[in-house]
């Protein structure tokens, strides 16, 4: 589907037909600073992708870009696809029997699935943090070393000077900087998922896949890290799947909306990107009903 770079002048508020709901868009505010996103850098094109579990096609008919130095959100309701998709990116799929990705899904101008392509390298270059932060039963300062250690940087000091800004970038240095032996098993929640985010952009990759980050959190952890997000797209491009559309417009420059559809094929069920666009054009002005009817609560 095209993409339209130039967002329009939406309504400012709609209102749903329900009493006492309205959907408020997201500004057209571009807060990143000068020259950050504006290129419009192709980091990922992808054409007809289809991701399938055994015979079962599970999601189709993928065809977006995603932009470096931008965030984008995939919305949608439970099993439309969209962590199914996200996996895509770095190669997780390869881990399930059965699943296999068709179509084209290229990285810059490589093909991410041709033969030749180390999955080692992409997951390298293109970072994930989980739905439920996950930190390894270490220490903090282990947690965040440990990729480093993987791709061979040993030295001492550069291990520590690392590990530092890796930390002063996620928001967690001030809080944790004199207990980086204990173990990260002590963090709160919200702490976890920093750290996690820490060990992430450690090794220093191009993309941050972000799988539902917030969903276990409380809303001032959820807030840091919304917060987080926005400062990382100066140097990441992002790209989070979220069930909080008030967070997609939140943090997002570009949402994907994902559905579930019957599948002609299978007589199944199966997940289907409807409309890609900018963040505030989707939710001032969707071009297709089934995004509106989402966003305004109508089903979902």
């Known amino acids: 589907m095209a993409v339209h770079d130039q967002p329009g002048i939406g309504p400012g508020i709609q209102p749903d037909p329900r009493p006492g709901i309205v959907i408020q868009p997201p500004p057209e505010i571009d807060d990143r600073p000068p020259g950050v996103g504006l290129d419009r850098t192709t980091v990922f094109d992808l054409e007809g992708l289809a991701v399938y579990y055994g015979e079962f096609r599970a999601v189709r008919d993928v065809t977006m870009q995603i932009f470096k130095n931008e965030i984008t959100a995939f919305i949608g309701p439970s099993g439309c696809g969209k962590t199914t998709v996200l996996r895509c990116f770095n190669r997780m799929h390869d881990v399930t029997p059965g699943a296999r990705v068709v179509g084209q899904l290229r990285y810059h101008t490589a093909e991410l699935y041709a033969p030749h392509v180390s999955a080692t390298e992409v997951r ?18 282990d947690n965040v070393a440990f990729g480093l250690r993987s791709k061979g940087i040993r030295g001492r000091s550069e291990v520590d000077a690392i590990v530092e800004r890796s930390l002063r970038s996620a928001a967690l240095w001030d809080e944790v900087k004199d207990r980086l032996r204990a173990s ?8 976890q998922q920093r750290l996690c985010i820490a060990r992430t952009i450690a ?21 840091r890290i919304e917060e987080l997000m926005r400062e990382l797209r100066a140097a990441y491009t992002i790209v989070i799947v979220t ?28 997940g289907t990107l409807v ?9 001032a002005k ?15």
């Open 275 to 283: 409309e890609y666009d900018t963040t505030h054009n989707i939710f």
């Open 124 to 141: 390298r270059r293109i970072g994930m943090v989980f739905q439920k932060p996950n930190p390894f039963p270490k220490s903090i300062y």
């Open 243 to 270: 069930h909080n559309m008030q967070q997609a417009g939140r943090v997002s420059d570009r949402t994907a909306f994902f559905t579930t559809e019957v599948d002609s094929k299978f007589a199944r069920r199966t």
């Open 184 to 191: 990260a098993l002590g963090l709160s929640g919200g702490q």
């Open 286 to 300: 969707p071009r297709d009903q089934r995004t509106e009817r989402y966003i305004t609560g109508r089903f979902g």
């Open 203 to 223: 090794v220093d990759p191009e993309v941050v896949l972000m799988d539902e980050p917030c969903s276990a959190l409380d809303p001032v952890a959820t807030a």
